[in-house]
């Protein structure tokens, strides 16, 4: 833990007093997003102190070029980036003609941050006694609408404690911005046309190379104590910018307020000779209804979100508010109904990992929003990758990879390998693994097959070349072989024979030929078009499955556990609770030489495989796996504490349970990592979600029905969540003792609990 500032809530984000030092950290913690777009919490006033600004556009990327000093041949030629969008959230104040800095009033007092999660917004609030001697209260209300996702909304209000002055707001939009992290500190965005008419404002710039298209627009009204006034508006533009002002005496006591209504149309959804009436559309309705109208419509959309996704914690506030946040952050980042998009691991909260598609979607995101939401978002999520499948066979390809094999990329925006850092982009393959992972666990708990003969088997096969393709065969060893990798443990590169890969890899293959046959017997029409189209021959088939039977696995017969890879054992074995806590976190003090050739593993490797293929081992397996390589994780990965979790969970070891479990679900709360300034971790909040559903609650899927060994932390009360098991509703309440399940369907449906089987029939409770 490196913060210790949120306050406990059970639906809300508190933060209490400024201080200009944790200003980067609460932009992040109290980030909004829609789905569509989102935005870091920056203030909406002119601050010059430091600060992290970052707007963002769903889908709406740059290549930045690659920035090393050698050039490899498949090396991807840039970096993608999700791109700070231009800003319509600004609007500077002025008291008395003193603008309004936080940074340089005399004294701020009652500062105070709400993320209220339950109903979708953000209030920030404070009194500041400016250089002028002028006393402010402000109180700014922000949401971006969830069923307007083109639209975001400002209400922001000014009352004048000690005299009374002359009020000055100025909205503006501004396309003149840059990135955080640009490679090579150049624009991303080239403004296309400003304009104005009848108080609205419109910006289109389109991005470089990319060429998105995007207009941002703002319209704003004037309120004093709750009533509209009209007041002259002077309109101010240059090339980048649009400046409106709104100025109004205001006497001591009175309230004035602006709201402000913006946000962004692109041509990903219009066309581009529309999108200005596009905005226009968007903002004479947001008017029309009002900013009350629009925040009861927020609170209703987030009431219906949680309706589903909600899990409940009694006895532990501070586990309650963890889970919540990362299921509201989950819910702002990806809403499922668009194929194009994915769910990057910084969401919209930072521009760290650029914003792309990593292997995280399949390998922890998709049980998410299966079962919070139903089987048509996690089709969306496979069916983007079956939409790159082309992209992968040409990254393949680049590496001298033949005959349609496929290498999914580790970042990418659009099909396209994108991550510049050599080991990654090389040598961590396993994440192809992932891809038929996730078809598999979308199969097992929608019961829908149909989706590997339709698009998945397509994807199946290609991976299963490139597997058979990246093995050599070992002479000595008469086994296949897998060198030159990088694991999930990325604190190791380059090695021979990592256990997860050689797994994972021998998996897929097998996946593939069983579902192959499977689908000849059952979809023939679709057998035989996919074969027409790939090419795949018996005598292919034959040689991947020479590849599985004679796949190698490093093993120890003195630990008696698979080994991560070859040359493990040649390490210092030195357990994590021997290091100084002075030199932890490694990564940040320790050279990139020293932590490669230490013991010290990132992230679950070994036992990843353990996690994704628990039914292949017995407890007695995973146990003595879990005692070998979790003493030597340092859990430098946001992906880590989750999985850790889990097992500890599977191994009745509860409170360690606990202990990850509250790691992961406050890493960035309590800022674990000591860079949640950079962004929170989206991707991995999935994980902890996973970690009370599979890791407390126990919850699988055997033969098709859901098993539940469910267990609770001590100290909690109860805790419970909801399951879209094959469209029928299953709440799993968990009390010490006790579990309950009741069921919104019109089936009755068996499950499995502790082993036993339970019929559940609609809206009539059962306690086992």
Request: proline share 3%.
């Amino acid at each position: 833990m490196n913060q210790d500032y949120i306050i406990p809530s059970n639906w809300s984000i508190l933060e209490e007093g400024f201080e200009a030092g944790r200003v980067e950290a609460s932009e992040s913690l109290f980030s909004l997003g829609n789905g569509a777009m989102g935005q870091r919490a920056n203030f909406e006033e002119y601050y010059s102190g430091d600060t992290f600004q970052g707007s963002y556009i769903a889908g709406v990327y740059y290549p930045d070029k690659t920035k090393v000093g050698w050039w490899k041949n498949g090396y991807p030629e840039y970096f993608a980036k999700v791109l700070n969008a231009p800003n319509w959230i600004g609007i500077n104040v002025f008291i008395n003609g003193e603008v309004l800095d936080l940074a340089s009033c005399k004294e701020v007092r009652d500062f105070r941050r709400e993320l209220n999660m339950k109903e979708g917004w953000y209030e920030r609030s404070f009194t500041a006694v400016m250089p002028n001697d002028l006393e402010v209260a402000v109180k700014v209300v922000r949401f971006l609408s969830l069923k307007r996702n083109e639209l975001g909304v400002i209400n922001y209000q000014v009352e004048v404690v000690n005299s009374d002055a002359t009020v000055i707001f100025e909205p503006y939009l501004d396309s003149g911005i840059t990135n955080e992290d640009a490679n090579w500190e150049e624009k991303f965005w080239k403004t296309l046309e400003v304009k104005t008419a009848d108080e609205q404002g419109f910006i289109t710039a389109k991005t470089l190379k990319t060429e998105f298209h995007a207009t941002s627009f703002m319209q704003s009204a004037l309120f004093k104590n709750g009533s509209k006034v009209k007041t002259e508006c002077t309109e101010v533009t240059f090339d980048e910018k649009i400046i409106f002002r709104y100025a109004s005496d205001v006497k001591k006591g009175e309230k004035i307020s602006l709201h402000k209504f913006g946000g962004y149309v692109t041509d990903m959804n219009h066309k581009r000779p529309d999108l200005i009436s596009a905005a226009k559309d968007v903002l004479n309705n947001a008017v029309s209804a009002g900013f009350d109208v629009l925040l009861q419509e927020q609170k209703e959309a987030w009431a219906a979100v949680w309706e589903m996704a909600d899990i409940t914690i009694q006895g532990d506030v501070k586990a309650q508010q963890g889970i919540r946040f990362n299921i509201f952050q989950l819910n702002q980042t990806y809403l499922g109904e668009d194929a194009r998009l994915n769910i990057g691991p910084k969401g919209f909260t930072g521009e760290k990992y650029g914003g792309s598609t990593y292997w995280d979607t399949e390998a922890y995101c998709i049980p998410f929003y299966m079962a919070t939401k139903d089987q048509h978002v996690a089709r969306n999520l496979l069916t983007y990758r079956y939409n790159h499948l082309d992209k992968a066979i040409e990254n393949a390809e680049k590496l001298g990879f033949s005959n349609g094999a496929a290498l999914y990329p580790m970042v990418t925006m659009n099909g396209e390998e994108s991550h510049n850092e050599w080991e990654i982009t090389f040598e961590e393959i396993h994440r192809n693994g992932a891809m038929v992972v996730a078809i598999k666990r979308y199969v097992d708990f929608t019961g829908d097959f149909s989706y590997i003969p339709e698009k998945g088997l397509e994807v199946m096969i290609a991976i299963a070349r490139f597997w058979q393709q990246r093995t050599n065969y070992s002479t000595k060893k008469d086994k296949y072989v897998i060198l030159g990798v990088t694991g999930p443990n990325e604190y190791e590169n380059n090695v021979n024979n990592n256990w997860y890969t050689n797994y994972i890899a021998k998996w897929c293959i097998d996946y593939c030929l069983s579902s192959l046959e499977k689908v000849a017997k059952e979809y023939p029409s679709d057998h035989g078009r996919v074969l027409q189209k790939t090419g795949l021959s018996e005598e292919e088939m034959a040689g991947w499955k020479e590849v599985s039977e004679k796949m190698y696995f490093p093993y120890s017969e003195e630990y008696q556990v698979f080994l991560q890879q070859d040359s493990f054992l040649d390490k210092e074995i030195i357990p994590v609770s021997e290091l100084p806590k002075s030199q932890r976190p490694i990564n940040q003090k320790w050279s990139w030489d020293r932590i490669l050739r230490s013991c010290y593993i990132k992230q679950a490797d070994v036992l990843q495989g353990f996690y994704f293929f628990e039914d292949h081992f017995s407890k007695e397996d995973l146990e003595k796996h879990f005692d070998f390589y979790e003493p030597l994780t340092v859990h430098e990965s946001s992906l880590s504490p989750c999985v850790h979790s889990i097992q500890a969970a599977a191994l009745g070891r509860m409170e360690q349970a606990y202990r990850f479990y509250l790691r992961t679900s406050r890493l960035d709360l309590d800022d674990y990592n000591n860079e949640v300034k950079e962004g929170c971790h989206i991707t991995s909040m999935a994980g902890t979600w996973m970690s009370i559903v599979e890791g407390f609650g126990g919850m699988r899927v055997t033969d098709g029905k859901l098993s539940f060994n469910p267990q609770i932390p001590e100290g909690w009360d109860s805790y419970s969540f909801k399951l879209n098991f094959r469209d029928q509703i299953l709440k799993i309440n968990v009390a010490p003792g006790k579990t309950s399940f009741s069921l919104e369907g019109n089936e009755p449906l068996e499950i499995l609990v502790k082993g036993n089987t339970v019929k559940v029939e609609p809206s009539v409770p059962v306690t086992v």
